[in-house]
Structure formats: C-alpha cells, structure tokens
C-alpha cells in the first residue's frame, strides 16, 4: 500500500512542477505514473549501482549529494525512454531530483508514523 501511495505523490510531484517549471514538460497524469514508477524503478537498480562505488569513494560523507546527481540522471534517462515527458537540461532534473528526495523523507516519516 506504501508503494502505491509513493508513486501517486511522486506522480503528483513531477505533475506539478510541470506546471511551475516551463522546461519540464509532460502529458498527462498517467504518463506521470509512468514516470514515477520507472524513475523509482532506475533508481532501485542502476542509481543504487552508480551510488555504491561513489559512495566508497567519498567515504559516504557526501551521500545525500551523490543520490540527488544519481537521481537526477535516472529522471534524464527517463526523459530518453519516455516520447510524453521532457526535460530540458540538467538543472530541472536537478531540481525534480531534490523536490522528490524531500517529498521521500517526508512520506517515509508520516507512512512510519501514522495511526493504527
């Protein structure tokens, strides 16, 4: 249920910077899900490869700095595979990078901390 609940507010996320940022163009929502969910999928497999020696390398002390460069180019890749979502130049996947790594905490903190 967690999963769900992420990818439909990251969905949410890259919607509405969208609509705020002018070099960042998508379709619609569903081609936003869709991008949520392979930018998610990317960064689970091939962010996590890239992060790793990086990591080694900076002795971890600039973690947070590697994943939001690494997260920014798995939304650049995604950019490749999808034809309904562009981003145009690096600094707006940069900044889509760092609104879903705080969207990240912020969700990780209240699906941890909720109710039951």
Same mark, same amino acid.
């Given at each position: 249920?967690?999963?769900?609940?992420?990818?439909?507010?990251?969905?949410?996320?890259?919607?509405?910077?969208?609509? =705020?940022?002018?070099?960042?163009?998508?379709?619609?929502?569903?081609?936003?899900?869709?991008?949520?969910?392979?930018?998610?999928?990317?960064?689970?497999?091939?962010?996590?490869?890239?992060?790793?020696?990086?990591?080694?390398?900076?002795?971890?002390?600039?973690?947070?700095?590697?994943?939001?460069?690494?997260?920014?180019?798995?939304?650049?890749?995604?950019?490749?595979?999808?034809?309904?979502?562009?981003?145009?130049?690096?600094?707006?996947?940069?900044?889509?990078?760092?609104?879903?790594?705080?969207?990240?905490?912020?969700?990780? =903190?209240?699906?941890?901390?909720?109710?039951?």
């Amino acid at each position: 249920m967690h999963f769900i609940i992420e990818l439909l507010v990251n969905a949410g996320i890259i919607l509405l910077l969208s609509h =705020f940022l002018p070099t960042i163009i998508i379709r619609n929502f569903g081609t936003a899900i869709l991008v949520a969910l392979v930018i998610g999928l990317l960064n689970a497999t091939i962010g996590a490869v890239i992060r790793f020696p990086l990591n080694l390398l900076t002795l971890g002390l600039l973690s947070f700095i590697i994943r939001l460069l690494v997260t920014a180019v798995v939304v650049k890749i995604a950019d490749a595979i999808f034809a309904g979502f562009e981003i145009k130049g690096f600094t707006p996947a940069l900044i889509l990078a760092f609104a879903l790594a705080i969207d990240g905490s912020f969700l990780s =903190f209240a699906l941890q901390h909720q109710v039951r």
